[in-house]
């Protein structure tokens, strides 16, 4: 599995945790998960414009599921005490999830929102209708 963190969502959390009052950036208050059906285009670059791999919004819940993060330890922080939830619609293969401040299913376009960043996983996992995935997000930002 791989794991980094984006270009944007780097800078989204310099401009937040340092900048605030001087560039205007506001801190999210709340972070989503999505899913990703697609296997390939996971880059740094990838944003929330431009996320690179194909958003999966055939589940039930309405968007983007909460991610409730536990307190940071040792630069890391997740939601593994309180995980994300989501209900498959249909037959599909799940490639990754990635961390968004927009709660809206499959959007692109929203201004101001962020993909923090991805998790690729090194081989697909196929779901079927009623199938229930419960995620795990860990965010990290480590030195170098």
């Not at 968007?63 to 409730?68: A, E, Y």
């Not at 927009?102 to 993909?115: E, I, Q």
């Amino acid at each position: 599995m791989a794991s980094f963190v984006t270009k944007e969502g780097r800078d989204k959390a310099l401009n937040t945790h340092f900048r605030v009052n001087q560039s205007g950036s506001t801190a999210v208050g709340t972070w989503y998960i999505g899913l990703f059906s697609g296997s390939a285009g996971y880059t740094v670059s990838s944003s929330y414009t431009d996320p690179g791999p194909t958003e999966l919004t055939s589940y039930v819940e309405s968007g983007r599921q909460t991610c409730f993060f536990g307190v940071s330890y040792d630069q890391n922080v997740t939601n593994e005490d309180n995980k994300s939830t989501f209900t498959i619609s249909g037959t599909h293969t799940v490639w990754g999830v990635g961390l968004f401040s927009s709660p809206v299913k499959g959007d692109t376009t929203a201004v101001g929102a962020v993909l923090d960043s991805l998790e690729v996983f090194s081989i697909g996992r196929t779901y079927v209708d009623g199938d229930i995935i419960r995620v795990t997000y860990n965010r990290r930002i480590s030195a170098g």
